[in-house]
């Protein structure tokens, strides 16, 4: 069955990086978009980006320009995004989820998240 | 970016209502619009795709349509295992674009 497992909770300095991992699992890693997904305590969801793991081609929101960076291993079937620069307003829940298609696009399976508090 | 209009914010609804949820996109979107439920602590759950398909094990009750650029999710005679946070997601242009949010409370 489909897993992406995600790396644990991190308490991290302001102006640090941190960089967040999700594992795949029961599936094809490098023929589904990896998706990240921002959600702010008692707010919505925010797209982060994509990447493509069998390419290494990437998307991001405009706003998270600079922001993130997503990379992925295919070895170990793991995509990873680092967070730079960290303010109290990256502190946030981060989810990796895989791109779903059948006539459009949707998010199919989803990690169970990364805490991310940014704090001195 | 396309913006995706949520309602209501949240609602309280009895096991034996229909309960309905709508978000309505800024412009066409062709149906690329999900729809997914959030429980707390938790990650979202896909429920719907390309509007009115039901996500593979999700109980038959949910349902999804459209009428113009309006997309509906129903709940009908939901259960109390049916609380927690509703999305829709549009996924027909960069960014996707998530509603805020419907929190739904079964009494």
């Known amino acids: 069955q489909v897993q992406l497992q995600q790396s644990g909770a991190e308490l991290v300095k302001p102006g640090s990086s941190v960089k967040i991992s999700c594992k795949a699992s029961g599936y094809t890693f490098t023929s589904y978009d990896m998706h990240w997904i921002k959600q702010q305590p008692g707010n919505g969801l925010e797209w982060i980006g994509w990447i493509y793991p069998g390419n290494g081609n990437t998307k991001y929101n405009q706003k998270f320009n600079g922001k993130a960076t997503l990379t992925a291993d295919k070895s170990s079937s793991t995509a990873y995004m680092q967070l730079s620069s960290l303010t109290s307003e990256d502190s946030a829940v981060y989810f990796c989820?895989?791109?779903?298609?059948?006539?459009?696009?949707?998010?199919?399976?989803w990690g169970q998240g990364v805490m991310v508090t940014v704090s001195s | 970016d396309i913006q995706m209009t949520q309602s209501p914010a949240s609602l309280s609804a009895s096991l034996e209502e229909i309960v309905t949820i709508t978000c309505k996109a800024s412009?066409?979107?062709?149906?690329?619009l999900s729809w997914y439920q959030q429980k707390p602590g938790k990650s979202p759950q896909l429920l719907i795709y390309?509007?009115?398909s039901l996500a593979d094990g999700v109980p038959s009750r949910f349902s999804g349509s459209r009428s113009g650029t309006q997309y509906s999710l129903k709940i009908s005679r939901p259960q109390v295992d049916d609380s927690g946070i509703y999305y829709c997601l549009q996924s027909y242009s960069t960014p996707p674009t998530f509603g805020a949010g419907t929190k739904l409370e079964l009494k």
């Open positions: 989820a895989r791109l779903g298609y059948n006539s459009g696009y949707y998010f199919d399976y």
């Open positions: 412009q066409g979107i062709d149906d690329y």
């Open positions: 390309d509007a009115t």
